[in-house]
């Protein structure tokens, strides 16, 4: 089955310190890989996507890159702000069945000002 | 723009009462899911429904019932809440099962259950 490891929080970072979250992944087929952002009080939404190897997906000047051959999808941005800190989700999604839609345990992230 | 509407925000529920969480989508989305997060173990699927009339169980449905009468509702119940159920819960909607299709979440529900 589908299966997401992603890198223990909380990380806490000083504001324009550089930022890398690691993400690796075991899917069935081919899947897509998406980065979700969680800030206080709401709900999670796209961050960033990825759908095939080699896509590098970006916003909001944050980056992504789809590895399939090491099956990872770390998350990075070079200045990080006190506004990014929130919780991010990585989650490799194959829609061969809705039920096979997983995320991994969440990264909490905080920046010092 | 609504989006993905729940109700309520916040709960609190005495062990063995029952309650209803509302999830309205404005988006004509065919598929709809329940998810609970809980610290340190991300979200995990409770219930979803690939259209209107039609409800699965995910990963951990048990003590969970769900209906999907109309379209743009799916409604999750709790017939006897438990002190376990304690959690966020986040409903989420999407047009398809394209692998390029985002999924759009609601605000969530914080319930606890003493």
């Known amino acids: 089955g589908n299966s997401v490891t992603q890198m223990e929080g909380p990380v806490t970072l000083s504001e324009e310190a550089f930022l890398t979250i690691n993400c690796t992944y075991t899917?069935?087929?081919?899947?897509?890989l998406f980065w979700y952002v969680q800030y206080p009080g709401e709900g999670l939404q796209l961050l960033l996507k990825?759908?095939?190897?080699?896509d590098k997906g970006s916003n909001k000047g944050f980056e992504a890159t789809y590895r399939k051959e090491t099956t990872s999808f770390h998350l990075e941005k070079g200045s990080v702000q006190v506004s990014d800190s929130a919780v991010y989700f990585c989650?490799?999604?194959?829609?061969?069945?809705?039920?096979?839609?997983?995320f991994g345990s969440g990264t909490r992230l905080s920046i010092r000002p | 723009n609504a989006g993905v509407t729940q109700t309520p925000k916040f709960r609190v529920l005495k062990t063995g009462q029952s309650m209803t969480l509302l999830c309205a989508q404005d988006?004509?989305?065919?598929?709809m899911y329940w998810y609970r997060q809980d610290p340190g173990m991300g979200l995990r699927l409770i219930h979803y429904?690939?259209?209107?009339?039609?409800?699965a169980k995910g990963e951990v449905p048990d003590g969970y019932n769900v209906s999907r009468l109309k379209k743009q509702n799916f409604l999750l119940g709790l017939e006897s809440a438990a002190p376990s159920q304690t959690s966020v819960y986040f409903c989420?909607?999407?047009?398809?099962?394209?692998?390029?299709?985002?999924?759009?979440f609601g605000s969530g529900t914080q319930l606890s259950v003493l």
């Open positions: 989420a909607s999407s047009d398809t099962l394209r692998t390029n299709e985002k999924l759009f």
């Open positions: 899917a069935t087929g081919y899947p897509s």
């Open positions: 990825a759908t095939k190897a080699d």
């Open positions: 989650a490799p999604l194959s829609y061969s069945s809705a039920s096979k839609i997983i």
């Open positions: 988006m004509n989305h065919e598929y």
């Open positions: 429904s690939v259209g209107e009339g039609t409800t």
